[in-house]
């Protein structure tokens, strides 16, 4: 079958490989229909986090179940499904606390490369998010929004959801990628009054308006928390949710709430040095890490999907077959792309 | 009057000095009955953080109001107050949302001195707390309590009440002085189910069995960890309130938590390097700061003294007179007494 590998940095290939095959009783492969790469995925993708060479690419996706392990007997051959980048035991103390995203039983490498015709999906039963009916029930733009729902939507909505949001908060997102779009979807959901959404580019902000951001702030580092200040009485916001992960975003982030604001981070972090001690000194708590797909799957985001009232779907603004992968990556990097979408086979 | 005043690392002196005077419409001359000594005062006693020297010390005190500035209606002289390290305008957008201890309007250098004859108390009229009645109509261990409430009672409470407890919790607790055991009152008060304090200390331990704890565990860093872990099937807690403020409690304060676990710090803290990604990889939340003491004495923890639900004024367990001030100190930093207790005047 064919498959997406990280050749070197910046240079993502199509190669034929093993189609992967059932290992363990809780396990399913997945016929995969349409995968998506990550803002995540830049830092191999760019050369400024390590991966090894020629590795199976991709952690997000949607497509038809081929076979399931003896233990799997919530999902059957044929069922339509959301394949997560967690994949989760459903029974160990972190699953059954909601945190999902850290299952205590996950598979160290289990689910590599999602960018492929198929692939392996660990804790099938649990894991996996079943969509009702086939994708010929769905229009174009209900399936975009149901691949968004393997990762960009809930983590996003882990960030709104993290910073405990209370009815009419003011809220600041830092990050108008794909993720702090959807953590504007986040926000509203849980009845935030007023959405500030960082950013300077037309496209972005346009798309956050859609999804209910209320304010678009372009300015950053100390003039983007100066405005912050202004616009709230000087006393900053109750909810600030960072989507970047960079060292700035999160000092920006943490300035920019008020005392007892909770400041929630989705951006994978690629550094590690803030100082703590203004979170003290503030009462601002700190907050947010792996999204808890499963769980903001299934109890919320993909009734909201079904029922049309969210569309995260509108993340994807460029679409690529596999063997022009290599282009939609390049497109993200470049910014060219908010998401891109991979085609990989019809229903 | 006499007060006592920081003379140089080591030694705290009484001079005469000056009777504080009305400034502001809105202060208040309190006459002090009992002050106390905080472990943070143990920082600059042992020339750990710098202090100007000859300054006036104490932040913690009950008292009788001897005067009022022209704007404060709700205090008068005569009334039994308790005077709390912070002092709060009660309507600035911090105090509002019941972040007291971060008023924006606080008077920095007011309220210097309380371990002194008589004091200026800034924001009286909000800040200050009426308790019901007169000094005679309290037994000793009650006004010991009393006192309690101007910090390390509500201090406690805030590790507590930031980190979010919900009934049946599991809290750890990093701290066997007299803010950790008043954190065992505060976990207790909002449902813990079961309270783990670490403490190597017989005394200390006892008492903080009295104040509700479960367990006590002796071990320290990587092993207090491994306990943990051991007591909660591999999981971990799920709040662990960190009241010392050091780098390495505050680490193995991070690692005895849950996926999804808040970690409270009310410690003042004396690092600042924490490796904040080890908290985003396990959803773990970095909370707590200067305590919100005004509002958690209104609204629970006054009430619970009066009806004897709590008897934080335990931790007092030595007193001095205002001329043996210096022994007072000298009792903590050798950790002879939990608290020291500053008898300043008959009421
Ligand atoms: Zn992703
Ligand atoms: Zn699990
Ligand atoms: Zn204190
Ligand atoms: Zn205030």
């Known amino acids: 079958m064919k498959a997406a590998v990280f050749v070197e940095p910046e240079h993502v290939g199509v190669r ?12 399913a492969i997945v016929r995969v229909l349409k995968a998506c790469v990550c803002g995540s995925d830049l830092w191999w993708f760019r050369g400024i986090s390590e991966r090894p060479h020629n590795t199976l690419v991709g952690h997000e996706a949607i497509g038809i179940i081929d076979e399931v392990g003896a233990d799997v007997h919530d999902m059957k051959p044929g069922d339509f499904v959301i394949v997560p980048f967690t994949h989760c035991c459903g029974h160990c103390e972190a ?13 160290p490498g289990g689910n590599a490369g999602y960018q492929a015709e198929y692939m392996r999906a660990t804790w099938a039963g649990t894991a996996l998010i079943k969509i009702p009916g086939t994708p010929a029930d769905y229009t174009d733009e209900q399936i975009a929004s149901l691949l968004a729902l393997s990762d960009v939507m809930a983590t ?11 009815p009419g908060d003011t809220v600041v997102i830092y990050g108008d990628g794909a993720v702090g779009l959807c953590a504007v979807i986040g926000a509203k959901l849980l009845g935030a009054g007023r959405i500030i959404m960082m950013s300077r580019h037309e496209d972005r902000a346009a798309l956050a308006r859609e999804f209910g951001a209320t304010d678009i702030v372009p300015e950053r580092g100390d003039e983007a928390v100066a405005r912050i200040m ?7 916001a109750d909810r600030v949710l ?11 982030a943490v ?3 008020r005392p007892g604001a909770y400041v929630s981070r989705v951006g994978v972090p690629h550094d590690n040095s803030i100082d703590v001690n203004a979170l003290f000194w503030r009462n601002v708590s700190l907050t947010g890490g792996i999204a808890s797909v499963a769980t903001h799957d299934k109890s919320t985001l993909l009734k909201a999907v079904l029922d049309g009232e969210i569309n995260p779907g509108k993340v994807f603004t ?7 992968v290599q282009q939609a990556y390049e497109a993200m990097d470049g910014r060219r792309a908010i998401k891109s ?7």
């Open 156 to 166: 996003g909505y882990h960030a709104a959801w993290s910073s405990r949001i209370e």
């Open 318 to 324: 460029a679409s690529f077959d596999l063997d022009h």
């Open 242 to 252: 960072e989507c970047v992960g960079s060292e700035q975003s999160i000092e920006s």
């Open 16 to 27: 034929e490989v093993e189609r992967p095959r059932i290992e363990k009783p809780t396990d």
């Open 255 to 257: 300035r920019s709430g």
């Open 95 to 107: 699953c059954e606390k909601g945190y999902d995203g850290n299952c205590f039983n996950m598979e």
């Open 230 to 236: 202004e616009m709230t009485n000087g006393a900053g």
């Open 341 to 347: 979408m991979i085609d990989i086979a019809e229903a």
